[in-house]
């Protein structure tokens, strides 16, 4: 089970931090994925981090989003900085083997 936290209103160019807690281990799993549906639009890939850490970002977002992972806490974070109203989405977190958040919300505007 994966639950995200952590979204909210922001006004352009603010950040925020998105958590996605498991409810086990991650420490074996071979890469944890970040998603956003943006209302009217299919789900999009945002980034992905592996078991050794390595990371990968959509274009959209690269320069201003870092994923990052706490395997001791078995959580995945999203970092969100300069944040645009295109970013407004509900953002999910995602595993290998299918699981999906419940999502939360991030809406960016003044």
């Known amino acids: 089970q994966l639950v995200e936290s952590g979204g909210g209103l922001v006004q352009p160019g603010g950040s925020l931090r998105l958590s996605c807690a498991a409810s086990?281990?991650?420490?074996?799993?071979?890469?944890m994925y970040w998603y956003r549906q943006a209302p009217g639009k299919q789900r999009e890939w945002v980034a992905t981090?592996?078991?050794?850490?390595?990371?990968n970002y959509a274009a959209s977002v690269k320069t201003r989003f870092t994923i990052s992972r706490d395997n001791a806490k078995n959580t995945v974070y999203l970092q969100m900085n300069s944040l645009k109203p295109e970013d407004t989405a509900v953002y999910y977190c995602n595993d290998p083997l299918g699981n999906w958040g419940q999502g939360t919300q991030v809406t960016v505007s003044s």
């Open positions: 086990g281990s991650i420490s074996s799993i071979s890469a």
């Open positions: 981090i592996t078991r050794g850490g390595v990371t």
